[in-house]
Nanobody, 125 residues
Framework: DVQLVESGGGSVQAGGSLSLSCTAS????????MGWFRQAPGKARERIAA???????AYRDSLKGRFTISKDSDENTLYLQMINVKPEDTAMYYC????????????????????WGQGTQVTVS
């Protein structure tokens, strides 16, 4: 089965930057939508951004401009670059993947992601 492992979380001061990585244990699918999510204590999980192999990206409107998603298909790795972080960005960050579908289908069609990582904590103070 596919394992997703996030890394790069930690503590950062407000206004700083942080980069997260997510590595898949193996090739998932030629058509795959990968995304970053986060969940803060007491709050619902929210999707930050998603990207597929065609380069289609979908961002949460409120995070556009501060968060950038990218992927290295050769390395089966997903990235999230965060700049100008704020205390409200404090959360557990998860990466996820949905095989067999592009991100337009997943994000517009409301499909859930089938593979999930264990998460990496980001704390902004």
């Amino acid at each position: 089965d596919v394992q997703l492992v996030e890394s790069g979380g930690g503590s950062v001061q407000a206004g700083g930057s942080l980069s997260l990585s997510c590595t898949a244990s193996k090739f998932i699918d030629a058509r795959v939508c990968m995304g970053w999510f986060r969940q803060a204590p007491g709050k619902a999980r929210e999707r930050i951004a998603a990207i597929d192999n065609d380069g289609y990206t979908a961002y949460r409107d409120s995070l556009k401009g501060r968060f950038t998603i990218s992927k290295d298909s050769d390395e089966n790795t997903l990235y999230l670059q965060m700049i100008n972080v704020k205390p409200e960005d404090t959360a557990m960050y998860y990466c996820a993947a949905e095989a067999g579908h592009d991100c337009y289908e997943v994000t517009k069609g409301g499909r859930d992601f089938g593979y999930w990582g264990q998460g990496t904590q980001v704390t902004v103070s």
